[in-house]
């Protein structure tokens, strides 16, 4: 059974541990001050969800933006958990907890020439959601390109 609840600034290592599973995609971050801030922030501000199952954390979500226009800033489900609803678990509940109707929500993810793109199926997993592609975004830190997703909540 999968538990979303909101994350404590001792969930720090979990975040660390699912970054470094998908630093290959999004650029260091286990080692940056800046994500590690982020992530502490988040869990201070109640904007940061992790999803917990047997053997620990399965992924975890930072949440944004002021409404009417809200972020997903980052979310990660572990290797182990993907294809199982973890994910999908972690965006309804950050929208039943974060998000009250008109409003839109964008998450930045992969551009459809990038190597993740197909590898992490975030773009199908936010199209199957009803997030719309909208335009580019500045490209990674690694350097791939990305593309801003977009859902209508009315």
Do not use: C, N
């Not at 929208?95 to 190597?115: C, I």
């Not at 993740?116 to 975030?122: L, Q, R, W």
């Amino acid at each position: 059974m999968t538990v979303i609840r909101l994350a404590r600034d001792t969930d720090l290592p979990a975040f660390l541990a699912l970054a470094a599973e998908v630093e290959h995609w999004f650029g260091p971050m286990v080692d940056d001050l800046g994500f590690t801030d982020a992530v502490l922030r988040g869990a201070a501000g109640g904007t940061a969800l992790v999803a917990e199952g047997p053997g620990g954390p399965l992924g975890a979500l930072l949440f944004g933006g002021t409404a009417p226009v809200h972020q997903v800033h980052w979310l990660v489900v572990s290797e182990r958990a993907r294809g199982t609803g973890v994910g999908r678990a972690l965006l309804a509940e950050s929208l039943r907890r974060f998000v009250r109707s008109p409003a839109t929500v964008e998450v930045v993810t992969f551009g459809p020439d990038h190597p993740g793109a197909v590898t992490s199926g975030a773009r199908a997993f936010y199209t199957a959601l009803g997030f719309t592609p909208g335009e580019s975004a500045a490209p990674g830190p690694e350097g791939g390109s990305r593309q801003v997703y977009r859902l209508r909540v009315s």
